[in-house]
């Protein structure tokens, strides 16, 4: 998330979640994020997965592939403890379809002490890059070897709070996460 305060720029990594056609944002009130956001100020949010390593016959043809998003917005506050607290639930669904069902949820304490942040999805840019070096084919004839190393996003193996009970296990769909296809 990029933003300017006190005519600084700021990147801050942030956890989101789409919900339709708006990002919800949560965090403390008293963090320069929030309160930035939560003035009107326009800010960018930037994600990019990178798929891949292209490697080319020439210097300069090198590149990855990759998909990305760009958001450009304005965030609204979201008021009311039932809309935070639906706000809640949808981050933690988010992580892991049925999992609001088994966690305490947040006390009215905890919703009031949380600024929820709803961005309409008004401006927004996809690229992808995909393939191989776009060099000449007589670049190939030299000894460099060129390709594509692709990149995979995998899951470990859980691994449980020491705090926790270990007699419950991580949900079957955390464990399917985990395993090699």
Request: proline share 8%.
């Amino acid at each position: 998330m990029a933003f300017v305060a006190d005519q600084q720029p700021y990147v801050v990594p942030t956890n989101y979640v789409r919900v339709g056609d708006r990002l919800l944002l949560h965090g403390s009130p008293a963090s320069r994020l929030m309160k930035t956001l939560s003035s009107g100020a326009s800010f960018c949010l930037s994600v990019t997965l990178l798929d891949g390593i292209v490697f080319a016959p020439t210097a300069m043809g090198h590149s990855v592939n990759y998909r990305s998003v760009v958001v450009i917005a304005k965030a609204e506050i979201v008021e009311g403890h039932q809309a935070k607290l639906a706000a809640m639930r949808d981050f933690v669904e988010y992580v892991i379809r049925g999992r609001w069902a088994t966690v305490r949820p947040p006390t009215a304490a905890e919703i009031a002490a949380t600024m929820v942040l709803s961005v309409p999805l008004v401006e927004a840019s996809a690229k992808i890059r995909t393939g191989f070096a776009v060099d000449d084919l007589k670049e190939y004839a030299g000894p460099a070897w060129t390709g594509v190393v692709p990149f995979k996003w995998t899951a470990g193996e859980p691994v449980g709070d020491p705090r926790g009970d270990p007699a419950i296990p991580a949900p079957e769909r955390i464990q399917r996460y985990s395993r090699p296809q």
